[in-house]
Structure formats: C-alpha cells, structure tokens
C-alpha cells in the first residue's frame, strides 16, 4: 500500500488487486445496479476558459501556456463569451433550464498538474439543471434519463508517464491543457445496465456533435467519462456504497468496465464484506478495475466563491441569441426526414449520424426525382465503398451530384442495379466523379423490344415449373424471369421494359 498527500490529506493508494467471482444468473438477479455518469466535455473554442492561449490539441509540451492559466501571482482570469455560448446551447440541447444568473467557485485540491492549486469551476449555481436524455431500454422501450446539471469549469493540465525514448520510470507534466474550457454534464442515477450506459453516452456524443460545441474526441481527452457504480437488492430503498470508475477512453470499455463493477460489488457483499466508497481506475488490458484512492465528498475540496469573477448573467436576450444557433436535433431530424422523404427508419438513423452526413442528403433529395432512391444509395451503396476504401463522406469521389444523377438514372430505368454498381466500382478504382465515369463507360441499354421478348422467350422454354407456379397464381416468380433475362442480357436490358413485357408474356 503506498500514500500520497493530496489537498493536506493523506490518500492511500492500492495497489492490491481485488477479483470479482463469476457470479450465477441467479445471484446477480438478486441485486439491482444504479449507475449514474459524469462527463466531461471539451468545448471547441478558439482560446481557452479564461485567458487568451490557443485551445488546441497537441502541440510542444508546455508552449500554450500564459501567466493566467500557469496561475502566477497577480493574473487575472477573463470568461470566455464563446465557451459560455457553447455551454448553453449544450444545455439546451439535452433540455436543460438555464440559471440566469450562475457563480463560479474555486475547487481546491493540490495535483502537479494544476499548477494554481485549485480548478475553476461551478459548485452550488451551475449554469444549467434539470435535464434528459431518451435512450432505449432492454425492450426496446424509451427510458428517460434525468440530467441532474451542466456546470462549466477548466481543465487541468496532463501527467504524462511514457511514450519516452529512455526506460527509466518518469512522469512529466504538460501545461497546454491547462484552462480549456469544460462541461461537467452529471446524470441522475437513473441508469440500471451497461447497455444503458453505453445507449445514454451514443446519444449524449451524437447530441453534442451536431451542436458543434466540441468534437468528443475520446482518444484526445475531448470527452471523458466517470461512472458511478453501485449496487442493492432488489426491493432495497437505500442504493448500496458507490464506486468511482475512472479513466475510461471508449464507451465499449466503458460497458465494460461497468459489467465488471457490478458483479465486483456484488461479489464482494455476496461474500460478506463491505464495498467502500473510492475512485478505480479501469485496466483495459487485463479486463478489470483497480482501486486508485479514497473518494472524495464536496467538502474536501472546500469550494468557495471565485472572488476574481463576476457572477454570470445569461439574461433572456442573450439565450435567445444563443438559441438562434441551436440545430434541428437528430431525434427530430430523423422524425420529419422519414416524414418529407418517405425513407426508412434504418436509413434515416444511417443519414443523420453525423450533421454533415444529414445536410448532404438533403440537399441532394432535394434536386433527385426520388429522395427514397437517393438514400439508398447513400446508406447502401456508397457507404459500403467508402467503408470498404477506408474513406470518409468528404473524401468520396463521387460528389453528391454525382449521387444525384446516379439515383436519377436508376429511377428512370436508364441504368439497371447491375450497371450502377459497376459504374460506382469505376468511380473508385478510378478516383473519378460519376459523371466523368458515366459519360466515359456508360452501357449500352437494350431498349429493342423484340431483342428483349426473344431472351423471355428463351428464359420461359427453360423454365417450365416456373411458369406453372406463376400461372397457378404465385405472380412473385415473375421476379425470378426477370432476373434470369437480366443475367442473359449482362445488365443491359431496360428494366422498366423488361417488367413490363414479363408480365406480358406470362399472363398470354
């Protein structure tokens, strides 16, 4: 057992690991988890919370850095407009209440990495409370998961302790994350599984992402995730001692980290002892968690007023200012798109996974004969080349004009689904736009009706129990006569045609 200070207390860390027992299905039915999430999100401004830096990723250690948020003695920090914009509209966003009038309060603790030895932040007047966000539970049913508050505070700086050319153990500490501007988005202890945690922090990143006021970037530090664990019997009032689960960089391990809780705690009371209250940190490597340190109350950290900022006003003029940049939501979007366009839920959910992604096919439905062909184009046909290409949206080339005049000769029959393939094959083999590849390779379609009806002929001869089946009612074989033309005619028989003169031929 090692001990370090911390805040002039003394924290012991452990470095004994505990195990969690395979647990049976019917001592786990026994208990009921209660999980509640911290996150915390980067917000994607130009300069940081209180000080003129550059707020980007990356960079030499220790250069984006400044007499305020190093905190030297007589600097004076400055609220960022931009970061207090970005926090409501985050807060709107997942139906949060404003506070018009909010207090920043000075959190105090001593870790090398915050050199002022005290974060920023807001304690008992967040900026926003009282929030949700739906998410899907085991049945399929919406569950409504409460959003206790958003606060807005500073980022500490990194401990950085490998990835160094000499094996001798070292810890460095980089500065230039010091004063980006957070939010802190705490949930109710409304979720019950991982599989919940993971839908509530999909939703929660797929919200924020069309906002635009961060790019929850997990394996840049751009959203980071604490879950609160614990466990009861079921029928309890009282929710049982909870965990802390930290440093948790994707949601799968995330899931993952809250399984293993849960059956950790409730091997631990199963066998008689006593889950303590404390922060673990997840080892992704070896499946588990580790304790890390005592957890701490609001006490500890013994908040007070920040007596070098204002208290922060967000009348109404300036929220409704704000709002004016809050985007139609993908919950909604997704509603009216398979409302206006007729398309699926699966392709709506595919077309408005991403802002960008949604805006591009709507502006092509727009300009296409039929929006219904042009999204399964995109959620088809071009999705699985530019996965396939290792590509994204943006780097495609195929434009979305091409998409536009592609989907427009399939409606009008001018291309078979065979054909548009293979010109879309083109376009990536080849790194070219659809219509240059069109113009280039475009096949020749047989429109002859006699050419066509001469192949029915020929497909109906071979075909004698087909034909039985489909004049003793079963009209659906007629899909298998047109089919067999379409590969005897390699693709290039008109279909509207083909169908047509079928139907003709089997019903004669």
């Known amino acids: 057992m ?7 207390t003394l924290v012991r860390i452990k470095l004994i690991m505990s195990t969690a027992t395979a647990l049976s299905p019917e001592i786990l039915a026994k208990y009921q988890p209660v999980i509640g999430l911290e996150v915390h999100v980067q917000l994607l401004t130009e300069t940081k919370a209180f000080c003129g830096c550059i707020n980007r990723y990356g960079g030499e250690p220790n250069t984006h850095v400044c007499p305020t948020c190093l905190g030297l003695p007589g600097a004076l920090p400055v609220l960022n407009r931009k970061a207090v914009e970005f926090a409501v509209l985050a807060a709107k966003a997942i139906h949060c209440e404003i506070r018009e009038t909010s207090i920043f309060a000075r959190k105090n603790y001593f870790y090398p990495d915050s050199p002022k030895g005290y974060q920023i932040s807001q304690f008992d007047k967040p900026i926003a409370e009282n929030g949700w966000i739906d998410v899907p539970d085991a049945s399929g049913a919406s569950k ?7 606060h807005m505070e500073e980022d500490a700086g990194k401990s950085v302790h490998d990835g160094f050319a000499d094996s001798v153990s070292r810890t460095y500490i980089d500065l230039n994350r010091c004063g980006t501007p957070l ?5 109710e202890p409304d979720l019950r599984t991982a599989d919940e945690v993971f839908e509530y922090l999909t939703k929660l990143k797929e919200i924020l992402l069309y906002t635009g006021v961060s790019d929850c970037n997990m394996e840049e530090g751009s959203l980071r995730c604490d879950a609160n664990v614990s466990v009861m019997l079921k029928g309890a009032k009282e929710f049982g001692t909870k965990a802390e689960v930290k440093n948790v960089n994707s949601f799968r391990y995330i899931r993952a980290a809250v399984e293993y809780e849960i ?3 409730i091997g631990v009371i199963e066998d008689g002892g006593r889950v303590v209250q404390e922060s673990r940190l997840w080892n992704n490597a070896e499946g588990r968690t580790y304790s890390m340190r005592s957890k701490e109350q609001a006490h500890d950290y013994r908040y007070f007023p920040e007596p070098d900022l204002p208290p922060l006003v967000v009348g109404a003029a300036w929220q409704a200012e704000i709002l004016r940049e809050l985007p139609e939501l993908p919950e909604a979007r997704r509603a009216r798109m398979i409302a206006e366009y007729e398309i699926s839920d699966q392709d709506a959910a595919t077309l408005t996974a991403t802002r960008a992604f949604a805006d591009k096919f709507e502006v092509a439905a727009k300009r296409a004969k039929s929006p219904k062909r042009v999204a399964a184009l995109l959620t088809s046909e071009l999705t699985m080349r530019l996965r396939l290409a290792g590509l994204e949206l943006e780097q495609s080339p195929v434009s979305m004009d091409g998409v536009v005049m592609a989907a427009d000769l399939a409606e009008s029959g001018e291309l078979s689904s065979k054909m548009l393939k293979q010109l879309l094959d083109s376009c990536f083999e080849k790194n070219e736009d659809f219509p ?5 390779e475009k096949p020749q379609q047989i429109s002859d009706t006699g ?3 001469a192949m029915i002929d020929e497909v109906i001869a071979a075909n004698p129990k087909q034909v039985e089946q489909y004049r003793g009612g079963k009209k659906t074989v007629s899909a298998f006569f047109v089919g067999q033309v379409m590969r005897l005619s390699k693709g290039q028989a008109n279909p509207a045609l083909l169908n047509e003169l079928v139907v003709k031929k089997l019903d004669a």
Do not use: C, D, K, W
């Not at 090692?2 to 002039?8: I, K, M, P, T």
């Not at 939010?183 to 949930?187: F, P």
């Open 263 to 265: 059956e950790r705690q």
């Open 451 to 453: 050419a066509i009806e």
């Open 436 to 440: 240059v590849v069109y113009e280039r």
């Open 144 to 150: 409504r998961i409460g959003v206790t508050r958003l």
């Open 2 to 8: 090692q001990e370090r200070a911390a805040g002039g």
């Open 183 to 187: 939010v802190e988005i705490v949930s």
